[in-house]
């Protein structure tokens, strides 16, 4: 368990630079549809965050921002004719879409609670549990080699100031849940940055994440992060409230250490379908009982003369099933951590988010991506990509749509860096 902190410290490499290089890409002929919408609770009309969408029978998909907004584009090639929208605790929607690009489109979903179907509890064991769901990995979820692709956005803020916002299209090469990640890769195919030319916005620290996130964060591919027979005589399970995900009942067993180990362990809720007992989410954070152990945990590099102080490191991994088996989704890291400089009176505060969402991919013919080619530790994302300008840089890739936040902080920062 400690081997797979250390391989995976130095995954985000989150370094504030400036970059000259520009490259466009363009794209002629245009073989695709764009749905565009917001996605509300259909009783209180507040925006959902985080909202899965996604093309029956196909793997292409997406998430909502923190406004509830959503961008999708749809190959031609498909005939898709819907949509499906899926959300913890909602019942599954459907949205007929048209052969032509749809703007604006609402899309209120129903809370399920009073639909769950009682689940019984008592007499469960909740470590049985879990230790069940973990004999089923290979039969819930892909046997096959597969090449994903998918959306990777990081950012960083100073305060509440964006200093930071680096984004890429990314392809995963996974291999079959009945084999160890070892030979699992990240390939950077794509990115932008736009950086804070302020030098006081310098910052050098190397923390977990980065887009090996979608290797390294797969909860039930790296069973060191929690899910081995080792890693379970450390933390004590609990039967939690039930819940509904994609119209299908989940038991939620919360789990937190019952041990003190020399590095920092995990708290935190797994979701557990009850039909074929397949893991669909995870939600979970780093321990802060030891600080210093918290600090081992995410931090590889920093400059001399700083503190790094941590205050909450928080990870979130869904998954989705389709035609029998389980394949990997969403994923997030947010890390907040003070940093404290000699001859500085203040200490200040960062936060940095990192997300990826698989957006498409194929099994059939799931090339290697070359050695050469793979994002590895000590990389950083900076290096990968070059400089925010133009608006049609992602073509018909699917993305996460920025927040309005976002968006205004990139064109403040798109403005500091043309003067």
């Known amino acids: 368990m400690k081997t797979t902190f250390t391989k995976i410290a130095g ?12 490259p466009s890409w363009s794209q002629d002929v245009k073989d695709y549809i764009t749905i565009k ?11 959902l965050e985080f909202v899965n969408i996604s093309v029956p029978g196909s793997n292409i998909g997406t998430v909502t921002n923190i406004n509830g907004e959503f961008s999708i584009k749809i190959k031609d090639s498909l005939n898709a004719k819907n949509i499906k929208i899926s959300h913890l605790g909602y019942s599954n929607h459907t949205q007929h879409i048209r052969k032509e690009d749809m703007n604006d489109v609402q899309i209120f979903l129903t809370p399920n609670e009073n ?15 879990v230790r069940r769901a973990m004999s089923k990995i290979e039969t819930n979820y892909s046997p096959n080699t597969a090449l994903l692709e998918g959306f990777y956005r990081e950012t960083i803020r100073k305060r509440r100031t964006y200093i930071n916002v680096s984004e890429a299209i990314i392809e995963v090469y996974k291999t079959p849940y009945s084999q160890d990640l070892n030979r699992d890769m990240v390939q950077v195919y794509k990115g932008r940055k736009l950086i804070s030319p302020n030098p006081q916005d310098t910052l050098m620290v190397r923390l977990l994440g980065g887009p090996t996130l979608a290797v390294y964060l797969d909860v039930v591919k790296n069973p060191d992060l929690m899910l081995s027979e080792e890693a ?25 250490p019952k041990v003190s180990l020399p590095y920092a362990l995990h708290y935190g809720k797994l979701y557990i379908d009850k039909d074929n007992l397949a893991f669909t989410k995870a939600v979970f954070s780093v321990s802060m009982d030891d600080r210093n152990k918290a600090t081992q945990a995410i931090l590889k590099k920093k400059p001399a003369g700083m503190q790094f102080k941590p205050e909450d490191i928080t ?7 389709r035609e029998g088996k389980t394949y990997l989704s969403y994923l997030r890291s947010e890390i907040k951590f003070k940093c404290d400089w000699k001859k500085r009176l203040f200490s200040t505060n960062y936060t940095i988010v990192s997300e990826a969402v698989i957006t498409g991919g194929k099994e059939d013919n799931a090339s290697r991506i070359p050695a050469k080619l793979a994002f590895r530790d000590g990389h950083a994302l900076y290096d990968k990509v070059d400089s925010f300008y133009d608006k049609d840089f992602w073509e018909d890739y699917n993305i996460i749509e920025p927040d309005e936040s976002l968006e205004s902080a990139v064109n403040k920062l798109r403005r500091a860096n043309s003067k």
């Open 11 to 22: 995954l985000l490499a989150a370094v504030i630079m400036i970059t000259l290089a520009a």
């Open 232 to 256: 379970l005589t450390y933390y004590r399970f609990a039967i939690e409230e039930s819940a509904m995900i994609d119209d299908r009942a989940h038991y939620v067993v919360s789990f937190v």
């Open 115 to 129: 639909l769950l179907e009682e689940i019984t509890v008592l007499g469960f064991d909740a470590e049985a549990l």
């Open 315 to 321: 990870f979130t991994v869904n998954y989705k099933q």
């Open 37 to 47: 919408g917001v996605v509300k609770d259909k009783v209180t009309r507040r925006a």
